[in-house]
């Protein structure tokens, strides 16, 4: 989703419309320091948002959103949005720190128009879907580049799976049309993403909730293969880190605030989906990995009817013991549908 820049017709209306302020030069508020760095036909053409991002990107994101507004290119045009994804671009094309213009995306209400949001965010506006592709994408770049504070990071993390009915989901098996035009636009960016998201789950479940090490080491060697996670917290144990979540690493906290709460029961569950198949850990020792094909636990997490982990056994799951040499057990029963470990262990840093 390139801007491909506006039409003759649109061109010619935007200059009558608000072509005066931009040639001019000087914006009202911020003086000469906003002189538009071109002629407004080649500002409005192909590569306009370009030129302007790298024209303006030692400003303040927040202030070139205004500059934008002030001449008729609100959030609600797609042009906003591909000066928006080009500035985040050039900053971290010169290594430029993108902490402040991520946390205006995700904490201003003007800001989350061109992310993920639902009907309980405050929003100014929803902008166009190729404008949100845009900037999401451009986003995925600067979180995968790490030229941001860890917070920051974090809540953009947050931000970007929340649940939002244009985007949904990104660790979902099929993707939405959304995520799957994001994913084009940066594959590498997306993959890391997912990658990370799954890490941190995991590495939290099994540090957290359940202090099994082996298990832990044995399924990061599968990150490649797992498509989603889900972590599953019994009351106490949920009631017991939440008074706590500001002590654990920011990775964590995140990871927690993903996890679900049981409400029955004293038993955690995890959840680790593969393409077809699905392995369901508990916390308690004594109770079997279950493993199989996925569709019915999905089905059941969509309608919330998950209380207590035993919701999440299924009659027809293999049931794989954590005795003696366990390990090469395991990894005999996944390779049989086909799910293997990661030839190279892709482990992201904290």
Known sequence: MAWAGFSTRVRSA?????GSGLVAGAHPKRGPGWVLPM???EALGPEGPRMLAEHWRAHALVDVVEMLTSVGLRPGTAYAGHVIAEYLRQRVKTRQDVSEGLKFLVDEPLGRSWLPHNNTDDVVT???LEARVAVVAAALECWASRLLAPDVRGRLEERLIIRDHVFGD???RTLSRAWDAVRVLGQAAFDVFLAALIQQDLEFFFERAMHAQDRRKFWLSYLGSIRRTTCWLDLATYDSLRSRVATLPVEQQAAFRRAR???KGNVSAFELSFDRHV????SRTGNATGLYEAGESTQMMRCGTVEHARDLRRQRSRRLMHVCGWQYRFEQALLEPGIA?????KRLGR
């Open 39 to 41: 002629p407004l036909r």
């Open 126 to 128: 929803s902008a166009p």
């Open 279 to 282: 392995a369901v850990e508990f």
């Open 261 to 263: 709460r049981l409400p």
């Open 341 to 345: 470990k990661d030839r190279q262990v």
């Open 170 to 172: 990104p660790r979902l």
């Open 14 to 18: 935007c200059s009558g419309r608000c």
